[in-house]
């Protein structure tokens, strides 16, 4: 894209350099720490960081140019190309937008309450058995994520997979406007970030905003056909495939044998597919990758072989095994359905005796202590040799697992990840397992390396 198109779109001023230069937008960091030789760099501008600060550091590492939000000539250098805007996040999603309209390929936005990186995920590897896919790296699903996987469109990609995150009304329908999806997934609607979405028809309405971008003619919905909010959705005009277990579903799974580190499962009585995961919550994120399978040509061999191999994302329900003992690490985020999908994992989950680390599910507002005595109550009534709470709010599940009938000297409320990964290494025994859960603020997989970290 060549400077003055940029400037076009921006409505900036061209401080130094040349309007015809032609730059080339996946080049393009948002990170002075981590800028290489040849890249353009994009002040970010956030509550606890100016990136207009660093701008002379990376023209020193070797950036070629750079988008500033501070007007002046003290940025003029020579032989670079600086461009001054209002405001710099604005700046690269309009890029972003402009750049991804230029492409006529398949762009899928998958979004809901929970599974969204692990169908992301799902949905590239069977995808990629046939199509070059592009796909956000790790969980960049925000404001700034989903732009800068924007920018790495190239002609030589067939398709595009969004994940889009939300946690305040009205972000679905701006990222959706960046990517104008011409595919949407929506995993599931659960209690989630309800501190800034009121309730669950809160969640609804906002993860259903990115329907309204798909085209009436040729817009494709694939759904959570088990969901009791998803299930409502009936747009005219747009194609709607639903997945899950209920027999009504374009795609109805039936669960053959879940076990400790495999699930095998047959899709509408004729396709069985065998996943290298725990947790029959899975064969739900499984399940919308193999309704787009068909519609991409791809045919039960290699979509089978694709989920097969596929290898869990770092944080979710990702097994590691020390000193004999299984450490489920789910701690990469927590909310009351993805708890409730975490235990149910574990209940399948064949050890001695299993215990549950439970920390704070975060932004949940005025429902915070009704759904942490919830968990509590659940955890009491499941087969677990003890539980450790950890955070302010997560008292209440342990006082309320305690109401529930568990017993006193199995419980431990604990004020560090150190004093966690301590109690286990006294409690635990080879062939047991532990179910490691938390936000995403709780940082509990400083758990996991504080018991690496402990002598046997």
């Known amino acids: 894209m060549r400077i003055k198109e940029i400037l076009k779109i921006t409505g900036g001023k061209l401080l130094s350099g040349s309007p015809d230069t032609d730059i080339d937008l996946s080049k393009i960091s948002t990170d002075s720490r981590t800028i290489k030789k040849g890249q353009i760099f994009i002040a970010l501008k956030g509550p606890n960081f100016d990136g207009n600060e660093f701008v002379e550091d990376v023209f020193r590492k070797g950036a070629v140019g750079a988008i500033v939000s501070v007007l002046g000539s003290r940025f003029s250098v020579l032989g670079k190309t600086i461009i001054s805007v209002e405001d710099t996040t604005k700046a690269m999603q309009d890029i972003a937008a402009c750049h991804r309209r230029k492409f006529k390929i398949p762009v899928i936005a998958v979004t809901g309450t929970n599974g969204k990186t692990t169908v992301k995920e799902m949905m590239a590897a069977v995808l990629s058995k046939k199509f070059n896919v592009l796909k956000n790296a790790g969980t960049e699903n925000n404001h700034i994520g989903v732009p800068q996987t924007l920018l790495k469109l190239k002609p030589s990609h067939d398709i595009c997979i969004l994940e889009l995150g939300t946690n305040h009304k009205g972000e679905i329908r701006s990222l959706a406007g960046i990517a104008r999806p011409t595919i949407a997934v929506i995993t599931n609607i659960g209690p989630s970030h309800l501190e800034f979405l009121s309730d669950l028809e809160g969640v609804y309405e906002e993860k259903k905003e990115v329907l309204e971008f798909l085209d009436v003619k040729t817009g494709l919905a694939v759904i959570n056909g088990d969901d009791k909010y998803l299930s409502k959705i009936k747009k005219e005009g747009i194609d709607i495939l639903r997945y ?213």
């Open 244 to 456: 899950g277990f209920k027999t009504s579903n374009d795609f109805c799974a039936r669960a053959l044998k879940p076990a400790k580190n495999n699930i095998i499962f047959v899709v509408n009585n004729k396709m069985v597919y065998e996943l290298n995961l725990c947790g029959t919550h899975n064969i739900y994120n499984a399940l919308a990758a193999i309704a787009l399978a068909g519609r991409f040509g791809i045919s039960y061999k290699p979509a089978r072989e694709a989920l097969f191999d596929y290898v869990p994302v770092k944080m979710r329900l990702d097994i590691n095994r020390l000193n004999g003992i299984d450490i489920i690490n789910d701690s990469y985020n927590s909310n009351p359905l993805s708890m409730d999908s975490a235990l149910e994992a574990l209940k399948y989950y064949p050890a001695k005796a299993k215990w549950v680390v439970s920390a704070d599910m975060l932004e949940l507002g005025r429902h915070s202590v009704r759904f942490h005595k919830l968990i509590g109550e659940r955890i009491a009534k499941a087969d677990v040799s003890g539980l450790l709470t950890f955070g302010a709010l997560s008292r209440h599940t342990s006082s309320q697992a305690m109401r529930s009938g568990m017993r006193r000297d199995r419980l431990w409320h604990c004020s560090s990840h150190d004093e966690i990964a301590d109690i286990l290494k006294k409690t635990a025994r080879p062939g047991d397992a532990v179910l490691l859960k938390g936000s995403r603020g709780m940082k509990m997989e400083n758990v996991l390396e504080k018991f690496k970290s402990l002598k046997v």
